[in-house]
């Protein structure tokens, strides 16, 4: 059994209920989640809230759990980023509004859980992309700037912020075409 149907049967469980399957997928993903909620936070106190607020949203959510949608851990990924997102607009809301350049995560964020080919196909695709569209995508998915704080930031209109946005991703997803080899 791959890790992938591994995870999947724990949800089935984790759907009927089963508190012990949510500790035994906790287990088996929590490394994953806290690593790019971390990338994004990069402060231990920050991280231990987002994945709280993570694994909540998992338990709680757990019939909205659709393998059309995508594996397990994806799913679970996507919490995490969100939950880390909306930690960082917190902190970036009860401090200063504009964050100094080292409490910004990188731009260049890798995330970690991807096998070393996928970590590999997304550098060079990160590389096959424009400056401006990379620094946008980036902040856009990596640090949780909206459209319009992009914008101001690079001093460029709000409308050349998506276009850069869209053209980025659109250049990215045809250069990772097959998703499923994102972990090993």
């Known amino acids: 059994m791959t890790e992938q149907e591994r995870l999947y049967e724990l949800m089935l469980r984790i759907q009927d209920d089963d508190s012990l399957a949510f500790q035994q997928?906790?287990?088996?993903?929590f490394d994953r989640a806290y690593s790019l909620a971390a990338r994004i936070l990069r402060q231990a106190p920050d991280v231990e809230d987002a994945m709280a607020d993570c694994f909540t949203q998992v338990w709680e959510q757990r019939h909205r759990y659709s393998p059309s949608r995508g594996n397990v851990v994806g799913w679970i990924l996507v919490i995490a980023?969100?939950?880390?997102?909306?930690?960082?607009?917190?902190?970036?809301?009860?401090?200063?509004?504009?964050?100094?350049?080292d409490d910004e995560p990188a731009a260049d964020i890798v995330v970690s859980d991807f096998s070393p080919r996928m970590q590999q196909r997304l550098e060079n695709a990160m590389s096959e992309i424009t400056a401006?569209?990379?620094?946008?995508?980036?902040?856009?998915?990596?640090?949780?700037?909206?459209?319009?704080?992009?914008?101001?930031?690079?001093?460029?209109?709000?409308g050349t912020v998506k276009s850069h946005i869209r053209r980025g991703l659109s250049a990215l997803k045809s250069n990772l075409d097959d998703w499923e080899d994102y972990y090993e």
């Open 25 to 29: 997928l906790y287990e088996l993903t």
């Open 81 to 101: 980023r969100s939950r880390a997102l909306d930690v960082l607009r917190r902190r970036r809301h009860d401090t200063d509004p504009e964050l100094e350049a």
């Open 132 to 158: 401006a569209q990379r620094q946008s995508v980036a902040m856009a998915f990596f640090q949780g700037l909206t459209h319009q704080e992009i914008a101001a930031m690079q001093a460029l209109p709000v």
